[in-house]
């Protein structure tokens, strides 16, 4: 059954990356014939593009905003303009994916057969990552790190499927601006996921360093703010209480019992304090 389809797609300055993205999901729905709409949101590109013609198989919109917003902005921009601009019924779904290559054009359409499935919003969860270890290690600290403080898990980032009918509860998200992974974990909306490996730019380094992916992490926690109060809250107060506990145990234990090992018992009671 051919769908219709809604692509937004936030590019800065990435009009390359950007041509070779609709060259290959031009090639990979020909087999499928879906009816494609391409939302390029252009977040303040400093370098002009001229958009390629409409092919049958996909037409191109291209939204210009006036300054740089960021990526995640950008993405709640694009459903925002589908949202106001066609009625539920005109589309099927909307993919969210970037424009660097990263999210694999040939992977649109497992999330849509997913989508299909499931009726709910379908995220690409990686299977096989392209960065250094470094990377990859600082990201396994960051997951660890976002159970603990939030009690969630999040491990995908943009690129997925939305049924149309999903579309005005993710722009009514407060948070749906800062960051649009974690503002629909934070929201309870419900979610599925499928392996995905990760892709490769198709031409030059990537834009988002290091100190923009700790940013992008920090706000995705900022979202818990509340959560991660409490939690740490109460995991102070039981820290202290078994502190508390063993300070005094110590202290016991060095006035009744006759333990050579309790000469360290000062030094143990300081760093306890």
Excluded at 86 to 109: A, L, N, R
Excluded at 244 to 256: E, G, N
Aim: glycine share 4%; with cysteine; net charge positive.
């Amino acid at each position: 059954m051919k769908n219709r389809i809604k692509i937004v797609i936030p590019t800065y300055n990435d009009w390359n990356n950007l041509d070779k993205v609709i060259e290959e999901v031009i090639s990979n729905n020909k087999k499928f014939q879906n009816e494609i709409e391409l939302i390029v949101i252009n977040d303040g590109s400093s370098l002009l593009y001229e958009k390629p013609p409409n092919s049958s198989l996909l037409k191109i919109t291209l939204v210009n905003l006036v300054k740089n917003y960021g990526n995640q902005k950008a993405i709640s921009i694009g459903l925002k303009y589908i949202h106001e601009k066609y009625e539920t019924k005109e589309f099927d779904f909307v993919i969210v994916m970037d424009s660097d290559g990263e999210d694999k054009p040939e992977d649109i359409f497992k999330l849509i057969k997913e989508c299909e499935k499931s009726n709910t919003i379908v995220f690409a969860k990686r299977k096989k990552r392209n960065e250094n270890y470094f990377f990859k290690f600082l990201y396994s600290i960051y997951k660890i790190a976002f159970k603990l403080l939030t009690k969630e898990k999040i491990d995908f980032g943009n690129f997925s499927c939305i049924p149309a009918v999903n579309v005005k509860a993710l722009i009514d998200l407060d948070d749906i601006d800062l960051h649009y992974a974690a503002s629909v974990v934070k929201s309870k909306l419900k979610y599925d996921k499928i392996l995905c490996d990760k892709g490769s730019r198709y031409f030059g380094d990537t834009k988002l360093k290091f100190n923009k992916h700790l940013l992008h992490g920090l706000v995705s926690l900022s979202l818990f703010s509340e959560i991660i109060a409490v939690n740490i809250f109460f995991t102070s107060i039981v820290c202290m209480f078994v502190i508390t506990l063993t300070a005094s145990l110590i202290f016991i234990m060095k006035i009744f019992l006759n333990i050579a090992l309790l000469g360290w018992t000062s030094i143990i009671l300081i760093s306890l304090f």
